[in-house]
């Protein structure tokens, strides 16, 4: 070792293959259920034939959103309606036209895949006010239709907790609020977003020709568990149901104390913050403090997916990554995204190094103290697909006495080739 130089990192421990089962409820048929749900909503009712319909389309990835999109498309042309794909996702697609045909493109989202025209939403209006003079936007594009009808997944939101999160309000208030909507919204102040967006919510249900909405529940397999009809009347309220319902089949860790977590891939295809805070246990938002569960000291992430579009919102949730990631970075679509929700910190870089096997011995080296037959690490694919993990030793035995898991194999040694990439992975 030269003079000057630091000491060598303790070895990384070796891992063992395990596999996590989680609640699997399925949807055999997303289009018969998404049919189903449409026949519940009764739209036969208040819809007459030859009136425009726009059924929204968001830039989340969602298992089975084209089959559902175009089931609910035909759908509505069986009946004499004129359905059209509303691009309801904020500021996302870097709050242009072009970038949010992109977006719905690389998510298979076109006319050619579910039987209806895309419609931008890049410039939006003002539609009315709630208390405190806070107003509220939609999309030009969605004042252009008879009838809009909100589809999005319902999931636990990654920066506030709420009556309702990420699903179907917020896609009218933020996604159909375009550019200008979404800002204003993530401006509003971190502690007030959740009574905020039900009082925005509810006065654009008031304001616009919405018959109701389908809920897209997904299980932690990534597999459409339902699909809701979620009425005019009571809106909210069936959302709210909805959502909780959702948090109970999310996926989850091994365990909740956890030395290191290597990632390795994040994205915006993965996660609305590149890495899902619920299941990092990390948000990252001045004032707001973090989360007590899941506790992880270090995480080191590999790589930022090539569906992301060089977006790494979340990125400084990460302790540590490789200069792979941050080549990838697009700073003009990662900083809009950050700017736009006023979380500054999540795009910030942090220590990168230029192998994996440079990042990994950096977070080992990080967590002086602990002698390496007792670190607790977890490597998982990415935030979303959480059912093959990779586990240190030391978890084996807390695993095994909740039986959360079961151990496939190993324990295989961490091994790197001649680049330094990481050879044992998932």
């Known amino acids: ?115 209806a025209p895309v419609i931008p939403c890049a410039a939006s209006e003002v539609v009315g006010e709630i208390a405190g003079g806070i107003q509220a936007y939609v999309a030009r594009s969605a004042r252009e239709v008879d009838a ?25 208030v933020v996604g159909l609020g375009g550019p200008a909507g979404a800002e204003q919204f993530h401006r509003l102040g971190q502690a007030e977003l959740p009574r905020l967006l039900v009082e925005l919510g509810e006065l654009l249900l008031a304001r616009l020709p919405v018959p109701g909405g389908l809920a897209i529940l997904e299980n932690a397999y990534e597999e459409t568990a339902e699909i809701r009809a979620v009425p005019r009347q009571g809106f909210v309220a069936a959302e709210a149901a909805a959502l909780l319902r959702a948090k109970e089949l999310m996926p989850a860790l091994p365990s909740d104390a956890v030395d290191l977590l290597v990632v390795q891939e ?44 060089g977006n790494a919102t979340g990125v400084g949730l990460a302790d540590f990554v490789t200069r792979a990631l941050v080549d990838r970075i697009d700073r003009q679509k990662t900083y809009l995204n950050c700017l736009t929700s006023t979380f500054v910190v999540r795009a910030a870089i942090p220590m990168w190094f230029d192998t994996e096997r440079e990042v990994l011995e950096a977070a080992v080296r990080s967590l002086a103290g602990v002698a390496p037959a007792a670190l607790r690490v977890v490597v998982i694919p990415d935030t979303l697909h959480l059912e093959r993990c990779l586990v240190s030793a030391a978890l084996l035995a807390e695993l095994r006495a909740a039986g959360r898991a079961e151990v496939l194999g190993g324990p295989h040694p961490l091994s790197f080739d001649a680049r330094g990439r990481l050879a044992t992975r998932l």
């Open 266 to 309: 994040m994205g915006k295809n993965f996660s609305g913050t590149g890495l899902d805070t619920n299941i990092v246990g990390r948000a990252r938002i001045q004032g707001v403090p973090e989360p007590e569960r899941p506790a992880v000291r270090r995480i080191a992430v590999l790589d930022l997916s090539e569906a992301s579009h």
């Open 148 to 172: 809009i009808l909100p589809v999005n997944r319902v999931k636990s939101h990654t920066s506030f907790k709420g009556r309702v999160e990420s699903g179907l309000t917020k896609m009218l």
């Open 1 to 115: 070792m030269s003079p000057g130089a630091p000491p060598p990192a303790p070895a990384l421990p070796p891992l063992y293959a395990v596999r996590q089962t989680f609640p699997r409820p399925r949807v055999a048929d997303p289009a018969a259920a998404t049919r189903a749900a449409l026949e519940a909503l009764g739209l036969e009712r208040s819809l007459r034939r030859g009136q425009r319909v726009g059924l929204t389309a968001g830039s989340r990835g969602i298992a089975a959103v084209v089959p559902i999109l175009r089931a609910a498309v035909a759908w509505l042309r069986e009946r004499g309606l004129e359905p059209r794909l509303l691009a309801a996702m904020g500021s996302h697609g870097g709050g242009t036209e072009a970038g949010q045909r992109e977006l719905l493109d690389s998510l298979g989202i076109d006319e050619a895949a579910v039987g």
